[in-house]
């Protein structure tokens, strides 16, 4: 076959294949349209159905309950026939309606519906005076018909019914009413009750309640009298005991006849309605109150847009009459007010301003905190937002103080954060939650770390990681983890300590605890300082030994000394006594007594303050005259003075106490002191020696009428080997200061260029020094 021919054949077998598909879809198609439109109508006539045995059940004024074991109720009938049943026989029974219908029915009619339902045994029954019950088996359901005795006025059987009929409906619903209802006539006797009123008067039946004189209350009683005696309806208010309870009732009195007439009373249950009040009303009356003690201002308008509220602190604020916000103002009033007192801000537009303060009426959500800022220097800050009940709620918070602490605390940050940044050290701050809170810049460069890398990291595990890098020392950072995050407050104490870095350097560090949970963590640089203190150990070691071999070189230079000075003050005394030296021999003879004299003085000298530098200097403490040692003093160092054509003159008051001192060295304090003023005198002048004492020290004055001290040199007289203009160099006033010094006193120099100078030594009445030798010691 040709190719020609197969792809004909081909192509007529799927023209074929596609006309007969095509076929049985259109069939398959029209039989499912007719299925579908058979189901429609079904479902139509069913629905059809279903509305007409609705329509007849809903056409009478009874209920009916099908039973089969192990299901729920069946329950069908109109919805007021449901709920006059419903009230009749289970209103205090819980439950879905058919279930307590069915139950309370059986309660009533047991052996009847247990017949009914066990054997198929149909029954009918009458429930009191107003229902009467019947019982049926259908296809194994048992059925319960539950009619009223008499139909409704609109759906009676024939055209229309009598008055009986309808009164006894009317009856039937009064007495299934759940508020007390009762007829008295026009003398005040009762007459007909429902249930409720007979179960809240405690009577089982209204002959009962006849027989009792029963009352519901002598309030209700009078109102359904005074509503008989004039004719109309009266109502009122009475409160009942009962059940351990106070109840609210509204009580409501219409005439049925006119004046003269039977009344039927009705009563109210307002109990739940006056506590939800009375509850209310407290509530509002403690938020009042509660808002009355707060510090913020509260304003309430109303939807009526006058004030319905404000807090004391409201009228404090803007200082306003109390007695005119009473009058319950608009908001514009008073916003008119407070602008004539300049209590609001001062704006260009105040009719615009003043209309968009009013819009906040219209809005459903709370706007966005406002801020006023007053003419009189005054912040407020200003909350709306809408009332529940409706209206808009104000708050207004004088924030004037807070702004300036807020201020002043930035300003103290700022100062905080600036003289961080200025010091050498590197101090960072971590808060209680181990989170870095500032820093300075030597942090970043003591650690060589950039801000970025310390923000970044944030916490002091992931920052003490950073440093380990230059720090290595695990116990280090653990110890410092402890101080930063323990909030044991043993924990919490200052801590340093000192440790080598990867480079060299000798880092210092030390903690501190902050008031606010914080602590703060400093790094220093101590390489520098403690180089040079291990120098200046060095240096004093040294100086130390250099002071050893001083006072080993003084005292060997001074012996050696002493031994050809003593030798030439000896013959020099030998030769003035020689008989057959000239008197010019003689002269010189004496000369070199005088000046070997004087060296030996200079050797002692120093010597003393070797010692005395040393601390080996002890005080032999006695009990020492003043007079005594003035007379001794003016006797040596007078003929001197006086050779100098000067005078020396002694002063100490008799009564002067004893003082207890060194009698040796306190001479040889005045001695240096009178020889000090002797070369300074000239031909003409005085020196003077006085004494004085007061209650706790001895001040002893020499004092001369020489050239003095020039101001410049005053500061350095009691120096030691330094030149002087009087007398060269010397340790003799060095020595007075230190001798001085170790009975517990001081030195001090008072002195006018050319007019002399004064040098007084304050000394205490009793020697407090360590100086003192232990057996003499005062204690």
């Given at each position: 076959?040709?190719?020609?021919?197969?792809a004909?054949?081909?192509?007529?077998?799927?023209?074929?294949?596609?006309?007969s598909?095509?076929?049985?879809?259109?069939?398959?198609?029209?039989?499912?349209?007719?299925?579908?439109?058979?189901?429609?109508?079904?479902?139509?006539?069913?629905?059809?159905?279903?509305?007409?045995?609705?329509?007849?059940?809903?056409?009478?004024?009874?209920?009916?309950?099908?039973?089969?074991?192990?299901?729920?109720p069946?329950?069908l009938?109109?919805?007021?026939?449901?709920?006059?049943?419903?009230?009749?026989f289970?209103?205090?029974?819980?439950?879905?309606?058919?279930?307590?219908?069915?139950?309370?029915?059986?309660?009533?009619?047991?052996?009847?519906?247990?017949?009914?339902?066990?054997?198929?045994?149909?029954?009918?029954?009458?429930?009191?005076?107003?229902?009467?019950?019947?019982?049926?088996?259908v296809?194994?359901?048992?059925?319960?018909?539950?009619?009223?005795?008499?139909?409704?006025?609109?759906?009676?059987?024939?055209?229309?019914?009598?008055?009986?009929?309808?009164?006894?409906?009317?009856?039937?619903?009064?007495?299934?009413?759940?508020?007390?209802?009762?007829?008295?006539?026009?003398d005040?006797?009762?007459?007909?009750?429902?249930?409720?009123?007979?179960?809240?008067?405690?009577?089982?039946?209204?002959?009962?309640?006849?027989?009792?004189?029963?009352?519901?209350?002598?309030?209700?009683?009078?109102?359904?009298?005074?509503?008989?005696?004039?004719?109309?309806?009266?109502?009122?208010?009475?409160w009942?005991?009962?059940?351990?309870?106070?109840?609210?009732?509204?009580?409501?009195?219409?005439?049925?006849?006119?004046?003269?007439?039977?009344?039927?009373?009705?009563?109210?249950?307002m109990?739940?309605?006056?506590?939800?009040?009375?509850?209310?009303?407290?509530?509002?009356?403690?938020?009042d109150?509660?808002?009355?003690?707060?510090?913020?201002?509260?304003?309430?308008?109303?939807?009526?847009?006058?004030?319905?509220?404000?807090?004391?602190?409201?009228?404090?604020?803007?200082?306003?009459?109390?007695?005119?916000?009473?009058?319950?103002?608009?908001?514009?009033?008073?916003?008119?007010?407070?602008?004539?007192?300049?209590?609001?801000?001062?704006?260009?537009?105040?009719?615009?301003?003043?209309?968009?303060?009013?819009?906040?009426?219209?809005?459903?959500?709370?706007?966005?905190?406002?801020?006023?800022?007053?003419?009189?220097?005054?912040?407020?800050?200003?909350?709306?937002?809408?009332?529940?009940?409706?209206?808009?709620?104000?708050?207004?918070?004088?924030?004037?103080?807070?702004?300036?602490?807020?201020?002043?605390?930035?300003?103290?940050?700022?100062?905080?954060?600036?003289?961080?940044?200025?010091?050498?050290?590197?101090?960072?701050?971590?808060?209680?939650d181990?989170?870095?809170?500032?820093?300075?810049?030597?942090?970043?460069?003591?650690?060589?770390?950039?801000?970025?890398?310390?923000?970044?990291?944030?916490?002091?595990?992931?920052?003490?990681?950073?440093?380990?890098?230059?720090?290595?020392?695990?116990?280090?950072?653990?110890?410092?983890?402890?101080?930063?995050?323990?909030?044991?407050?043993?924990?919490?104490?200052?801590?340093?300590?000192?440790?080598?870095?990867?480079?060299?350097?000798?880092?210092?560090?030390?903690?501190?605890?902050?008031?606010?949970?914080?602590?703060?963590?400093?790094?220093?640089?101590?390489?520098?300082?403690?180089?040079?203190?291990?120098?200046?150990?060095?240096?004093?070691?040294?100086?130390?030994?250099?002071?050893?071999?001083?006072?080993?070189?003084?005292?060997?230079?001074?012996?050696?000394?002493?031994?050809p000075?003593?030798?030439?003050?000896?013959?020099?005394?030998?030769?003035?006594?020689?008989?057959?030296?000239?008197?010019?021999?003689?002269?010189?003879a004496?000369?070199?007594?005088?000046a070997?004299?004087?060296?030996?003085?200079?050797i002692?000298?120093?010597?003393?303050?070797?010692?005395?530098?040393a601390?080996?200097?002890?005080?032999?403490?006695?009990?020492v005259?003043?007079?005594?040692?003035?007379?001794?003093?003016?006797?040596?160092?007078?003929?001197?003075?006086?050779?100098?054509?000067?005078?020396?003159?002694?002063?100490?008051?008799?009564?002067?106490?004893?003082?207890?001192?060194?009698?040796?060295?306190?001479?040889?304090?005045?001695?240096?002191?009178?020889?000090?003023?002797?070369?300074?005198?000239?031909?003409?002048?005085?020196?003077?020696?006085?004494?004085?004492?007061?209650?706790?020290?001895?001040?002893?004055?020499?004092?001369?009428?020489?050239?003095?001290?020039?101001?410049?040199?005053?500061?350095?007289?009691?120096?030691?080997?330094?030149?002087?203009?009087r007398?060269?160099?010397?340790?003799?006033?060095?020595?007075?200061?230190?001798?001085?010094?170790?009975?517990?006193?001081?030195?001090?120099?008072?002195?006018?260029?050319?007019?002399?100078?004064?040098?007084?030594?304050?000394?205490?009445?009793?020697?407090?020094?360590?100086?003192?030798?232990?057996?003499?010691?005062?204690?």
């Amino acid at each position: 076959m040709a190719e020609a021919d197969i792809a004909f054949a081909a192509a007529a077998g799927a023209a074929g294949l596609a006309l007969s598909i095509s076929v049985w879809a259109w069939r398959l198609r029209q039989a499912v349209a007719l299925r579908e439109s058979m189901v429609d109508q079904e479902r139509v006539s069913t629905a059809l159905s279903r509305a007409q045995h609705d329509g007849a059940l809903a056409a009478f004024d009874d209920v009916r309950i099908g039973l089969t074991p192990g299901e729920p109720p069946i329950l069908l009938g109109r919805d007021e026939a449901l709920e006059a049943a419903r009230v009749a026989f289970a209103r205090d029974v819980q439950g879905p309606p058919g279930s307590a219908l069915a139950e309370a029915l059986h309660a009533r009619h047991s052996e009847a519906i247990n017949a009914l339902m066990n054997e198929g045994t149909p029954f009918e029954a009458r429930d009191g005076e107003a229902w009467k019950l019947e019982g049926a088996p259908v296809n194994g359901t048992a059925w319960l018909r539950l009619s009223p005795m008499t139909r409704s006025v609109s759906h009676a059987g024939g055209g229309g019914a009598g008055e009986g009929e309808h009164a006894f409906g009317a009856g039937v619903i009064a007495d299934a009413s759940p508020s007390p209802t009762w007829v008295v006539d026009h003398d005040g006797r009762l007459v007909w009750a429902n249930r409720a009123w007979l179960a809240e008067v405690n009577c089982g039946s209204l002959e009962a309640a006849k027989e009792a004189h029963a009352s519901f209350d002598r309030g209700a009683d009078q109102l359904a009298a005074e509503a008989g005696r004039v004719g109309t309806r009266q109502e009122g208010f009475r409160w009942t005991a009962g059940d351990g309870r106070r109840r609210a009732w509204k009580i409501m009195a219409e005439p049925l006849g006119g004046a003269g007439g039977p009344v039927l009373v009705f009563a109210i249950d307002m109990t739940e309605a006056e506590e939800t009040r009375d509850t209310l009303r407290r509530h509002v009356e403690a938020h009042d109150e509660t808002l009355n003690h707060l510090a913020d201002a509260v304003a309430i308008f109303g939807p009526s847009r006058r004030l319905a509220f404000h807090n004391t602190a409201f009228q404090t604020l803007f200082n306003l009459d109390p007695a005119w916000l009473d009058e319950r103002p608009t908001h514009a009033e008073l916003l008119d007010r407070l602008r004539q007192r300049r209590m609001l801000p001062e704006v260009i537009d105040y009719a615009g301003w003043k209309a968009r303060e009013l819009e906040f009426y219209e809005a459903t959500e709370a706007a966005a905190d406002d801020s006023w800022s007053l003419p009189d220097g005054r912040t407020l800050r200003v909350v709306r937002q809408p009332h529940p009940l409706g209206g808009i709620l104000l708050l207004f918070s004088d924030i004037t103080g807070e702004l300036s602490l807020r201020s002043r605390f930035n300003a103290q940050l700022q100062v905080q954060t600036a003289t961080l940044d200025k010091l050498n050290d590197a101090v960072a701050v971590f808060g209680s939650d181990g989170r870095l809170r500032l820093h300075n810049e030597a942090f970043e460069h003591f650690w060589s770390l950039s801000a970025e890398r310390l923000e970044e990291a944030g916490d002091f595990d992931a920052i003490a990681e950073l440093c380990k890098a230059a720090l290595p020392d695990a116990a280090l950072w653990l110890g410092l983890k402890a101080r930063v995050a323990d909030p044991d407050p043993e924990s919490r104490v200052p801590i340093s300590g000192e440790g080598r870095t990867a480079d060299g350097r000798i880092a210092a560090w030390q903690t501190r605890p902050l008031p606010d949970g914080a602590t703060l963590v400093a790094f220093s640089d101590v390489t520098a300082r403690r180089e040079l203190e291990q120098a200046l150990a060095q240096r004093e070691a040294a100086l130390k030994e250099s002071q050893a071999l001083k006072r080993e070189f003084v005292g060997s230079v001074s012996y050696e000394l002493r031994t050809p000075l003593t030798t030439i003050v000896g013959y020099s005394e030998l030769l003035e006594t020689m008989g057959d030296l000239p008197e010019r021999s003689r002269q010189h003879a004496g000369a070199i007594r005088v000046a070997a004299a004087q060296l030996t003085g200079s050797i002692d000298d120093v010597l003393d303050m070797a010692q005395i530098d040393a601390g080996e200097m002890e005080l032999s403490l006695g009990d020492v005259r003043i007079r005594d040692l003035f007379a001794s003093a003016v006797e040596k160092h007078r003929p001197r003075i006086e050779g100098r054509g000067a005078t020396l003159k002694a002063v100490a008051a008799a009564n002067l106490p004893a003082i207890r001192a060194d009698a040796r060295r306190l001479a040889q304090a005045v001695d240096h002191l009178l020889d000090n003023a002797g070369r300074s005198v000239s031909e003409g002048g005085s020196v003077s020696l006085r004494a004085e004492a007061n209650g706790s020290e001895l001040r002893i004055r020499v004092e001369d009428t020489g050239r003095g001290i020039p101001y410049h040199l005053q500061a350095h007289v009691f120096d030691r080997f330094v030149k002087r203009e009087r007398g060269g160099p010397g340790v003799g006033l060095a020595l007075v200061k230190a001798l001085v010094e170790l009975h517990g006193g001081w030195a001090e120099v008072e002195s006018e260029p050319g007019k002399g100078a004064a040098f007084i030594l304050h000394l205490p009445l009793e020697a407090d020094s360590g100086a003192a030798a232990p057996e003499l010691a005062l204690g």
